[in-house]
Protein backbone atom coordinates (compact mmCIF):
# COMPACT_ATOMS: atom_id res chain seq x y z
CA UNK A 1 0.00 0.00 0.00
CA UNK A 2 1.13 3.63 -0.61
CA UNK A 3 2.02 5.88 1.82
CA UNK A 4 -0.81 8.56 1.05
CA UNK A 5 -3.15 5.14 1.04
CA UNK A 6 -2.29 4.16 4.49
CA UNK A 7 -3.45 7.73 5.42
CA UNK A 8 -6.96 7.84 7.39
CA UNK A 9 -8.73 10.74 5.82
CA UNK A 10 -11.85 10.12 8.19
CA UNK A 11 -10.59 11.49 11.48
CA UNK A 12 -12.28 14.29 12.63
CA UNK A 13 -12.33 16.83 15.91
CA UNK A 14 -14.78 18.85 17.79
CA UNK A 15 -14.18 22.60 17.90
CA UNK A 16 -14.16 22.29 21.85
CA UNK A 17 -11.14 19.66 21.52
CA UNK A 18 -9.45 21.57 19.11
CA UNK A 19 -9.32 24.59 21.37
CA UNK A 20 -8.29 22.91 24.08
CA UNK A 21 -5.58 20.61 22.50
CA UNK A 22 -4.37 23.89 20.44
CA UNK A 23 -3.90 25.91 23.46
CA UNK A 24 -2.21 23.34 25.34
CA UNK A 25 0.03 22.53 22.22
CA UNK A 26 0.65 26.44 21.87
CA UNK A 27 1.56 27.28 24.97
CA UNK A 28 4.16 24.66 25.11
CA UNK A 29 5.45 25.82 22.24
CA UNK A 30 5.84 28.90 23.26
CA UNK A 31 8.07 27.96 26.05
CA UNK A 32 9.98 25.44 23.64
CA UNK A 33 10.54 28.57 21.92
CA UNK A 34 11.98 30.73 24.06
CA UNK A 35 14.02 27.95 25.25
CA UNK A 36 15.69 27.32 21.90
CA UNK A 37 15.81 31.54 21.85
CA UNK A 38 18.05 31.30 25.11
CA UNK A 39 15.25 34.01 26.58
CA UNK A 40 14.33 31.54 29.26
CA UNK A 41 15.89 28.69 31.19
CA UNK A 42 19.50 28.29 29.90
CA UNK A 43 21.45 31.38 28.54
CA UNK A 44 22.96 29.80 25.61
CA UNK A 45 21.18 29.91 21.71
CA UNK A 46 19.20 26.65 21.23
CA UNK A 47 19.42 24.47 17.73
CA UNK A 48 17.81 26.14 14.73
CA UNK A 49 14.09 25.14 13.62
CA UNK A 50 13.10 24.99 10.58
CA UNK A 51 9.21 23.51 10.10
CA UNK A 52 8.95 22.88 6.07
CA UNK A 53 5.39 22.76 4.67
CA UNK A 54 4.24 20.72 1.49
CA UNK A 55 1.13 19.80 0.88
CA UNK A 56 -1.67 19.83 -2.06
CA UNK A 57 -3.56 23.24 -3.57
CA UNK A 58 -5.81 23.65 -1.00
CA UNK A 59 -4.69 21.47 1.62
CA UNK A 60 -4.58 23.59 4.87
CA UNK A 61 -0.91 25.06 4.73
CA UNK A 62 -1.59 28.16 5.38
CA UNK A 63 -4.24 27.34 7.87
CA UNK A 64 -2.30 24.78 10.15
CA UNK A 65 0.72 27.75 9.95
CA UNK A 66 -1.11 30.60 11.02
CA UNK A 67 -2.03 28.17 14.23
CA UNK A 68 1.52 27.44 14.68
CA UNK A 69 2.93 30.67 14.70
CA UNK A 70 0.21 32.86 16.45
CA UNK A 71 1.31 32.03 19.78
CA UNK A 72 5.15 33.38 18.87
CA UNK A 73 6.79 36.46 18.97
CA UNK A 74 6.78 37.23 15.51
CA UNK A 75 10.45 38.90 15.88
CA UNK A 76 11.70 35.06 16.67
CA UNK A 77 10.09 33.33 13.71
CA UNK A 78 10.35 34.11 9.74
CA UNK A 79 8.02 32.64 7.92
CA UNK A 80 9.37 32.42 4.05
CA UNK A 81 6.87 31.68 1.43
CA UNK A 82 8.27 30.51 -2.13
CA UNK A 83 6.76 30.38 -5.49
CA UNK A 84 8.47 29.38 -9.21
CA UNK A 85 11.90 30.81 -9.31
CA UNK A 86 12.83 33.76 -11.20
CA UNK A 87 14.87 34.33 -14.00
CA UNK A 88 18.05 35.30 -11.75
CA UNK A 89 17.56 32.36 -9.47
CA UNK A 90 17.41 29.77 -12.09
CA UNK A 91 21.10 31.20 -13.20
CA UNK A 92 21.49 29.04 -10.12
CA UNK A 93 21.57 25.48 -7.80
CA UNK A 94 17.80 24.68 -7.36
CA UNK A 95 18.84 25.12 -3.40
CA UNK A 96 20.56 28.11 -3.71
CA UNK A 97 17.66 30.71 -3.27
CA UNK A 98 16.81 28.61 0.22
CA UNK A 99 19.91 29.54 1.84
CA UNK A 100 18.88 32.85 2.65
CA UNK A 101 15.93 32.02 4.85
CA UNK A 102 16.88 29.36 6.52
CA UNK A 103 17.62 29.72 10.54
CA UNK A 104 20.60 30.25 12.72
CA UNK A 105 20.98 29.19 16.15
CA UNK A 106 18.23 30.21 18.11
CA UNK A 107 16.26 30.87 14.97
CA UNK A 108 13.07 29.57 13.53
CA UNK A 109 11.92 29.51 10.49
CA UNK A 110 8.63 27.98 8.80
CA UNK A 111 8.85 27.26 5.01
CA UNK A 112 5.54 27.40 2.98
CA UNK A 113 6.78 25.29 0.06
CA UNK A 114 10.42 24.52 -0.11
CA UNK A 115 13.48 22.84 -2.24
CA UNK A 116 10.88 20.08 -2.63
CA UNK A 117 9.19 21.43 -5.96
CA UNK A 118 12.05 20.24 -7.80
CA UNK A 119 10.44 17.02 -7.13
CA UNK A 120 7.26 17.66 -7.34
CA UNK A 121 5.71 20.85 -9.93
CA UNK A 122 9.35 20.77 -11.93
CA UNK A 123 8.74 17.12 -12.28
CA UNK A 124 5.58 17.27 -13.16
CA UNK A 125 5.04 20.34 -14.91
CA UNK A 126 8.65 19.66 -17.12
CA UNK A 127 10.41 22.92 -15.63
CA UNK A 128 13.55 20.30 -14.79
CA UNK A 129 14.99 17.95 -17.39
CA UNK A 130 14.28 14.08 -15.78
CA UNK A 131 17.95 14.20 -15.35
CA UNK A 132 17.79 17.29 -13.16
CA UNK A 133 14.95 15.55 -11.17
CA UNK A 134 15.86 12.14 -10.77
CA UNK A 135 19.37 13.29 -8.81
CA UNK A 136 17.52 15.94 -6.90
CA UNK A 137 16.33 13.30 -4.21
CA UNK A 138 19.75 12.86 -2.92
CA UNK A 139 20.78 16.41 -3.39
CA UNK A 140 18.12 16.85 -0.89
CA UNK A 141 19.08 14.32 1.73
CA UNK A 142 22.69 15.23 1.63
CA UNK A 143 21.42 19.15 2.13
CA UNK A 144 19.10 18.02 5.00
CA UNK A 145 21.67 15.82 6.06
CA UNK A 146 24.06 18.42 6.36
CA UNK A 147 21.14 21.01 7.79
CA UNK A 148 21.12 18.14 10.53
CA UNK A 149 24.47 17.93 11.07
CA UNK A 150 25.11 21.28 12.18
CA UNK A 151 22.15 21.02 14.66
CA UNK A 152 19.21 21.84 12.85
CA UNK A 153 15.37 20.40 13.67
CA UNK A 154 13.96 20.29 10.56
CA UNK A 155 10.26 19.23 10.33
CA UNK A 156 9.02 18.47 7.59
CA UNK A 157 4.83 18.07 7.00
CA UNK A 158 2.71 16.79 3.73
CA UNK A 159 -0.90 17.85 3.97
CA UNK A 160 -2.96 15.84 2.59
CA UNK A 161 -6.53 16.21 1.12
CA UNK A 162 -8.27 13.77 -0.81
CA UNK A 163 -9.45 14.56 -4.33
CA UNK A 164 -13.32 15.42 -3.44
CA UNK A 165 -12.16 17.60 -0.20
CA UNK A 166 -9.71 19.33 -2.62
CA UNK A 167 -12.61 19.97 -5.00
CA UNK A 168 -15.00 21.71 -2.25
CA UNK A 169 -12.21 23.96 -0.96
CA UNK A 170 -11.64 25.19 -4.83
CA UNK A 171 -15.53 25.87 -5.46
CA UNK A 172 -15.54 27.45 -1.80
CA UNK A 173 -13.08 29.36 -2.90
CA UNK A 174 -14.09 30.65 -5.93
CA UNK A 175 -17.32 31.88 -4.48
CA UNK A 176 -16.03 33.84 -1.83
CA UNK A 177 -15.00 36.82 -2.51
CA UNK A 178 -12.27 37.44 -0.12
CA UNK A 179 -10.47 33.73 -0.52
CA UNK A 180 -10.91 33.77 -4.72
CA UNK A 181 -7.87 35.16 -5.04
CA UNK A 182 -6.23 31.82 -3.74
CA UNK A 183 -7.36 30.54 -6.61
CA UNK A 184 -5.75 30.47 -10.27
CA UNK A 185 -6.37 28.62 -13.42
CA UNK A 186 -3.36 26.87 -12.60
CA UNK A 187 -4.42 24.94 -9.64
CA UNK A 188 -7.53 23.92 -11.90
CA UNK A 189 -4.83 22.59 -14.37
CA UNK A 190 -3.50 20.76 -11.45
CA UNK A 191 -6.19 19.20 -10.77
CA UNK A 192 -6.24 16.88 -13.88
CA UNK A 193 -2.62 16.21 -12.91
CA UNK A 194 -3.50 14.45 -9.92
CA UNK A 195 -2.12 10.93 -10.49
CA UNK A 196 0.72 12.05 -11.91
CA UNK A 197 1.24 14.15 -8.61
CA UNK A 198 0.19 11.38 -6.47
CA UNK A 199 3.17 9.17 -8.64
CA UNK A 200 5.90 12.52 -7.71
CA UNK A 201 4.13 12.65 -4.02
CA UNK A 202 4.95 9.02 -3.49
CA UNK A 203 8.34 9.13 -4.91
CA UNK A 204 8.85 11.97 -2.63
CA UNK A 205 8.12 10.86 0.71
CA UNK A 206 10.20 7.46 -0.33
CA UNK A 207 13.16 8.98 -1.72
CA UNK A 208 13.76 11.94 1.01
CA UNK A 209 12.56 10.52 4.02
CA UNK A 210 15.51 9.53 6.30
CA UNK A 211 16.46 9.34 10.31
CA UNK A 212 17.48 13.03 10.64
CA UNK A 213 14.38 14.31 9.12
CA UNK A 214 11.53 12.09 8.76
CA UNK A 215 8.21 13.15 6.68
CA UNK A 216 5.08 13.66 8.41
CA UNK A 217 2.20 12.93 6.39
CA UNK A 218 -1.25 14.98 8.25
CA UNK A 219 -4.01 13.85 7.15
CA UNK A 220 -6.17 17.07 6.01
CA UNK A 221 -9.86 16.78 5.34
CA UNK A 222 -10.91 17.73 8.54
CA UNK A 223 -9.29 21.08 9.28
CA UNK A 224 -9.04 21.04 12.98
CA UNK A 225 -7.60 17.88 13.14
CA UNK A 226 -4.67 18.86 10.67
CA UNK A 227 -4.16 22.11 12.68
CA UNK A 228 -3.86 20.19 15.70
CA UNK A 229 -1.47 17.36 14.75
CA UNK A 230 0.99 20.42 12.87
CA UNK A 231 1.36 21.98 16.63
CA UNK A 232 1.32 19.51 18.69
CA UNK A 233 3.90 17.41 16.68
CA UNK A 234 6.19 20.07 16.31
CA UNK A 235 5.72 20.96 19.97
CA UNK A 236 6.92 17.17 20.41
CA UNK A 237 9.79 17.36 18.03
CA UNK A 238 11.55 19.99 19.78
CA UNK A 239 11.22 18.77 23.29
CA UNK A 240 12.27 14.94 22.18
CA UNK A 241 15.49 17.16 20.68
CA UNK A 242 16.15 19.72 23.27
CA UNK A 243 15.50 16.54 25.95
CA UNK A 244 18.48 14.18 23.90
CA UNK A 245 20.48 17.50 23.76
CA UNK A 246 20.61 17.82 27.46
CA UNK A 247 18.15 20.67 28.14
CA UNK A 248 16.14 20.55 31.19
CA UNK A 249 12.57 21.26 30.73
CA UNK A 250 11.55 20.81 33.58
CA UNK A 251 10.01 24.14 34.00
CA UNK A 252 8.47 23.97 30.66
CA UNK A 253 4.48 23.26 30.55
CA UNK A 254 2.68 19.92 29.29
CA UNK A 255 0.84 19.95 25.71
CA UNK A 256 -2.28 18.17 27.74
Not at 104 to 119: E, F, T
Not at 125 to 146: G, L
Not at 159 to 171: I, K, P
Request: glycine share 6%; net charge neutral; hydrophobic share 40%.
Amino acid sequence: MSRLAEVDLSVGMSKGEEAARLKAASRRLLHLRLVLGGQIGEPRLGPPLCVVFEGWDASGKGGAIKRLVAPLDPRHVRVAQFAAPTHDEKRHHFLWRFWPVLPGWGGMAVLDRSWYGRVLVERVEQFATEEQWSRAYEEIVQFERTLAAEGMILVKFWMHVSDEEQLRRFRRRADDPLKSWKLTDEDWRNREKRPAYEAAVEDMLERTDHPMSRWHVIAGDDKRHARVAVVETVSRIVEAELTERGYDLADVPDAT
